[in-house]
Structures are given as structure tokens and as C-alpha cells.
């Protein structure tokens, strides 16, 4: 299976790196993720705060639902440094641009050697994925150096790749996970087929927060 993600990883790239010539938002995607590693380097270089976080987002939707927890630690841990990676440019551009949390970059392609070389600069005390999107160099290098990471606002539904005869490769990735907090019963339900319940919390969709927060101010 590995090599069908390998497969899977080359095709991706190759299609978007095709598709870069006449659509914006694809060579955004490319040209973001240049010397990636040299700008995290430089950009954690000056921070000298006591704990790191790293929150990963697919896009800008699973961003709006993984802010209302950056804020509560903002408010909690101001000494906490937060580190956000988007794969998506919708996501990251926006962000960026907001300039409200300092250190955003793109995830570079998933490899072991990129994960492993992100970890090394990043040193995140915790790691957040928020929802979905599985990368599997990047969940194993968390999983091997110890690291807790947690689910935040997860969906599972039995329709997923998770519970397909041929998922084994993706339900692996599930076991990197140290807690999974999901939308809703369902969830939970269906999760719970592959992961011990006692590693499941239902905690609602945190974008609720969000537009409750937006609303008040």
C-alpha cells in the first residue's frame, strides 16, 4: 500500500506542478512552498516563548474551527508559541495576510524526510489536526517522537476509507492519534470500531464557536 501512496504523493505533485501554468491558485501552491524550511527556521529563530503547538489545517474552514482553541491558549499560555501549516493556498493566503498569529507556513509534500526535518526545527510540545486530511510521514514521525496529538473537531463516517477491506494503510494512521475530540455521536460510533472509546470525546464543532465569536464582536 505504501507504494500506491508513493504513487498517489508523485501524481499529486506532478498534476499540480502541470496545472501551475494557467491556474493561480495551483501555482500558488508551488511557489508557497519554496525554501519552506529556511522561512520556519528564521521565522522560530527569534521566538524564545517555553511551550510549542503546531495546528494543521486543511484550508481555511478547518482553520475557522481550530482558532477557537488557538484563542483559549493565546488567553491561557500567552508564552505558548503556535505554529499553523495549511495545505491548501485559500487557507494560508487568507491568514497570512490577517497576520493574526505569527508563525503560518504551507505543510510541505509528505516524505519522510521532510517530516522528519519539520519536526526538527518545529519541536512542537503538541500537535492539532484539525478534522481530516492524513499524511502519513508526518503522523508516524509525531507518533515516534512521542508527541500527543489530538483530533479536533474530527467527522468519520462508515463511508470513509477508514472502513474499507483495503483502509488497513489508513487506519494506521489513526493509531498515531493520542485523543480524537468529534462533531458528534456519529462520529464517535463509527470511530470506535477502529479506536478505543476511551480515546474518543464528543466536544461539538468548535466552528460553532467561531461564529459565535464573530457574531459578538
Given at each position: ?12 505533485k ?25 522561512k ?20 481555511l ?30 487557507g ?31 519541536k ?94
Amino acid at each position: 500500500m505504501i507504494v500506491l501512496y508513493h504513487l498517489f504523493l508523485f501524481f499529486y505533485k506532478t498534476g499540480i506542478y502541470f496545472v501551475s501554468f494557467w491556474n493561480k491558485k495551483a501555482k500558488l501552491w508551488i511557489t508557497g512552498r519554496r525554501n519552506v524550511f529556511e522561512k520556519l527556521q528564521q521565522s522560530l529563530k527569534s521566538d524564545s516563548r517555553k511551550r510549542t503547538i503546531w495546528m494543521h489545517c486543511a484550508s481555511l474552514g478547518e482553520c475557522e474551527q481550530g482558532r477557537p482553541v488557538l484563542q483559549k491558549i493565546k488567553e491561557t499560555e500567552p508564552q505558548t508559541t503556535i505554529v499553523i501549516t495549511f495545505f491548501s493556498p485559500s487557507g494560508y493566503e487568507i491568514v497570512k495576510t490577517k497576520k493574526d498569529f505569527e508563525h503560518v507556513f504551507y505543510l510541505p509534500m509528505d516524505s519522510h524526510a521532510h517530516a522528519k526535518n519539520w519536526m526538527e526545527i518545529v519541536k512542537p510540545d503538541l500537535v492539532l489536526w484539525v478534522k481530516y486530511e492524513y499524511w502519513h510521514y508526518y503522523l508516524q514521525e509525531i507518533k515516534k517522537r512521542n508527541i500527543p496529538l489530538l483530533m479536533v473537531s474530527g467527522v468519520y463516517r462508515s463511508s470513509q476509507v477508514f472502513y474499507k477491506w483495503y483502509g488497513s494503510f489508513y487506519r494506521n494512521m489513526l493509531t498515531c492519534f493520542t485523543h480524537f475530540f468529534v462533531q458528534n455521536t456519529d462520529s464517535k460510533k463509527q470511530l470506535s470500531k477502529i479506536i478505543p472509546e476511551n480515546k474518543i470525546t464528543v466536544s461539538g464543532d468548535t466552528r460553532c464557536d467561531r461564529v459565535i465569536n464573530i457574531a459578538e464582536n
